[in-house]
């Protein structure tokens, strides 16, 4: 007597099933967008990105360049002499950014004189300057106040013509060059003033 084996076919999947299955992917599409808004929003709210536009700065920072900025840097933490600070024009806030270099704190005293730097009689040694100041004044800086210069000393608009950087008008500290990759650096140093008194010693 002969046997036949009869093939048993699986029951297609009833059609809720495969909307459950849809429904399951879009959720998870729609939590993953949701999770990378909430972390770009965060991110931004942290730190800016900051495309230096002008020679101010050279030879720190060439037109062209992308810095990272530290939004907080100065809401939990202190500036020191030598931070480069992202501001808002003072003449114009609304109008456009600035870039530069912290010289002078609250209180401190800024002479520029025969080339140099002096911040409360202390000589400060600036190895990132295009060249040496060509003009000299002597200014105080006020409380919630920085007194701000360019590294391209001859070729910046800064504290020295204009006066000073009010607190309420720093966007936060640069704190690295990240474009191009071949000019990527730190922009962090030591206190231009506790470095000179080290270095005397």
């Known amino acids: 007597m002969e046997t036949y084996q009869t093939e048993v076919l699986p029951e297609p999947a009833p059609p809720a099933t495969n909307r459950k299955a849809i429904l399951g992917i879009l959720i998870d599409i729609v939590e ?14 942290l730190t800016a990105r900051v495309r230096v536009e002008n020679i101010s700065m050279k030879p720190t920072l060439e037109p062209g360049q992308f810095v990272l900025v530290n939004r907080l840097a100065y809401k939990f933490g202190q500036a020191h002499r030598g931070d480069i600070i992202i501001f808002h024009n ?14 002078g704190l609250p209180g401190d005293v800024v002479t520029v004189q025969n080339g140099t730097v002096q911040i409360n009689g ?28 360019g590294d391209n000393r001859n070729s910046s608009s800064d504290s020295h013509q204009w006066g000073m950087v ?28 506790d470095q000179a008194k080290g270095s005397s010693q």
């Open 122 to 149: 202390v000589i400060v040694k600036e190895d990132y300057i295009a060249a040496a100041p060509a003009y000299n004044g002597t200014w105080t800086v006020p409380p919630e106040s920085f007194f701000v210069l």
């Open 32 to 45: 993953t967008l949701m999770l990378a808004l909430v972390l770009f929003l965060g991110i931004n709210a």
């Open 90 to 103: 003072p003449a114009n806030p609304d109008k456009e950014d600035y870039i530069k270099r912290v010289i």
């Open 166 to 193: 009010s607190f309420n008008h720093v966007v936060g500290q640069a704190i690295f060059a990240y474009w191009p990759l071949d000019r990527f650096a730190s922009l962090m140093i030591p206190d231009l003033v």
